[in-house]
């Protein structure tokens, strides 16, 4: 059974960070595409930073320079840095495994950035 699960999400005042954590099992995690996707209330989920089983990585512009994301192919975990937080990255954090046709979503961890 296929299993993602994120962690480190919370409330942090504007100019803060957090680090989100996903864990995988289930899957041969440094075979797969890991990305982290969000989705504000009343919005559709958006992409925020791609990092490929090669180690590459890609973010969105509104994240650029303030976000870093990494993985650890040891504890098949993904990593997400967020620094210097706005109010506009207030939402649910997705993690997000890819290979080829196979995909899985983690179930979400809320992050709420306060003004």
């Known amino acids: 059974q296929v299993q993602l699960v994120e962690s480190g999400g919370g409330l942090v005042q504007s100019g803060g960070c957090l680090r989100l954590?996903?864990?995988?099992?289930?899957?041969?995690?440094?075979?797969?595409?890991m990305r982290w996707y969000r989705q504000a209330l009343g919005k559709q989920r958006e992409l925020v930073a791609i990092i490929t089983r090669g180690g590459l990585s890609n973010y969105a512009d509104s994240v650029k320079g303030r976000f870093t994301i990494s993985r650890d192919n040891g504890k098949n975990t993904v990593y997400l840095q967020m620094n210097s937080l706005k109010p506009e990255d207030t939402a649910v954090y997705y993690c997000?495994?890819?290979?080829?046709?196979?995909?899985?979503w983690g179930q979400g961890t809320q992050v709420t950035v306060s003004s």
């Open positions: 954590s996903c864990a995988a099992s289930g899957i041969i995690f440094s075979f797969f595409d």
């Open positions: 997000y495994a890819v290979l080829n046709s196979r995909d899985y």
